[in-house]
């Protein structure tokens, strides 16, 4: 089984942490994302692709100096950075269409664990979700019956908490591809939500609720991982 990992962008609003580093080599609790990303994988995660960007270099050098011999790594430069969803769309050569081969899609800055992970993939279809107690900038989700994702709106102006916020770990298949990436008006970014909103129409994704109040933001979501038990 395949994982796709989007370690492209620079992490802006993580000021001079990222200055001369990726967001994804930052480090939390003495490991940078990457390495924590790479040790929840399961063990049939067997080939990753990793989608570069800001300083893809550094990515590269640690990615295959500690997980080169563990893992099967591609890796894909991407230039515009703004265009998350485009990122996703960059690995579709690895996936052909008519398979309806089954990936995960993880953020570059998501610290998943092992459970939160064992969890999504006990669904055919799956998303990792967090429930967030402060009004901050994401993905809502709406759920229905049995935890099925209905609805995910982007928010860029905060939503009002406490609400469920989609997570950076995604189960879905070859199908994705098929998907059109739309602009957010107010970001002028084209995020991921664009296309996964129109994959959730089309199949039933279903939340994992992860860790409430997970996510690394600005240098003070790192500061507050760090002493997070």
């Not at 609003?13 to 040790?39: A, C, N, Q, S, W």
């Not at 295959?64 to 591609?74: I, N, S």
């Not at 709106?153 to 469920?164: A, I, T």
Request: glycine share 6%.
């Amino acid at each position: 089984m395949k994982a796709v990992i989007l370690a492209a962008g620079r992490g802006r609003r993580m000021g001079y942490l990222t200055k001369d580093l990726p967001k994804p080599l930052l480090k939390v609790r003495g490991k940078t994302l990457l390495d924590h990303i790479f040790e929840s994988l399961p063990k049939n995660i067997n080939e990753v692709i990793v989608v570069i960007g800001y300083k893809g270099d550094q990515i590269r050098l640690h990615l295959e100096k500690y997980y080169g011999t563990k893992k099967l790594l591609h890796f894909i430069h991407v230039k515009e950075l703004h265009k998350i969803a485009q990122s996703v769309l960059a690995v579709s050569k690895f996936f052909p269409e008519s398979t309806k081969e089954r990936f995960l899609i993880i953020y570059g800055d998501e610290l998943p664990n092992r459970i939160e992970m064992k969890q999504c993939l006990a669904h055919r279809y799956s998303w990792l979700c967090h429930q967030i107690n402060k009004s901050i900038s994401a993905g809502a989700v709406k759920l229905g019956k049995n935890k099925r994702i209905l609805e995910v709106k982007e928010k860029r102006m905060g939503n009002k908490p406490p609400f469920l916020a989609a997570g950076g770990v995604m189960l879905v298949d070859s199908d994705i591809f098929g998907y059109k990436p739309r602009l957010h008006k107010s970001s002028k970014e084209y995020h991921v939500t664009s296309i996964m909103g129109q994959f959730i129409k089309d199949h039933q994704v279903y939340a994992v609720v992860g860790r409430p109040d997970w996510y690394l933001t600005s240098s003070k979501d790192i500061d507050r991982a760090n002493k997070t038990p």
